[in-house]
């Protein structure tokens, strides 16, 4: 079975550390991952996708097949980052989405 | 350009009741999702559609149905409520590919007494 999981409920640090928030994955396939974020008072949105290769608001993150990971990063944490985010597995024989249990991050001043 | 658009977006139910929520998107994508968020759980699927006239469950479908009425339109219904259908409950869509991003509404959020 398919099945995301993100390990830390909640993730504290100072504006100006790195930020690492780990997504770990079982999946009997090749997978597509993403990773979502939901602000305070908006949508849930896409923040970024493994097949893009992108970094978005200077974040980014890495697929790791050995070790079924797709940690997200960011050097340098902005007060703004402060955030749920949702590490996310499509399913290519089906076409659905499993999200793993999210973490918060919060951003200290 | 309102992408998805769920309504209601708060309701009260007493157990028993029913209760369908409704989700529309204007993007003319042919997936439509409907997921659960409850706190410490993430989001879990509870149906889905991957194109206009099928359905399909997801993770957590007992207690719930759905209707894809058109391409647009995808439906979720509660026939009997029970407080552990206290949730927040999100429509998403998308093109139908694995690899094209969900869009989401903004969200029912649902308690039942």
Known sequence: AQRVTQPEKLLSVFKGAPVELKCNYSYSGSPELFWYVQYSRQRLQLLLRHISRESIKGFTADLNKGETSFHLKKPFAQEEDSAMYYCALSDNNFNKFYFGSGTKLNVKP | ?113
């Open chain 2, 1 to 113: 350009n309102a992408g998805v658009t769920q309504t209601p977006k708060f309701q009260v139910l007493k157990t028993g009741q029913s209760m369908t929520l409704q989700c529309a998107q204007d993007m003319n994508h042919n997936s439509m999702y409907w997921y659960r968020q409850d706190p410490g759980m993430g989001l879990r699927l509870i149906y889905y559609s991957a194109s206009e006239g099928t359905t399909d469950k997801g993770e957590v479908p007992n207690g719930y149905n759905v209707s894809r009425l058109n391409k647009r339109e995808f439906s979720l219904r509660l026939e009997s409520a029970a407080p552990s259908q206290t949730s927040v409950y999100f429509c998403a869509s998308s093109e139908g590919r694995a690899v094209e991003k969900l869009f989401f509404g903004s969200g029912t959020q649902l308690s039942v007494l």
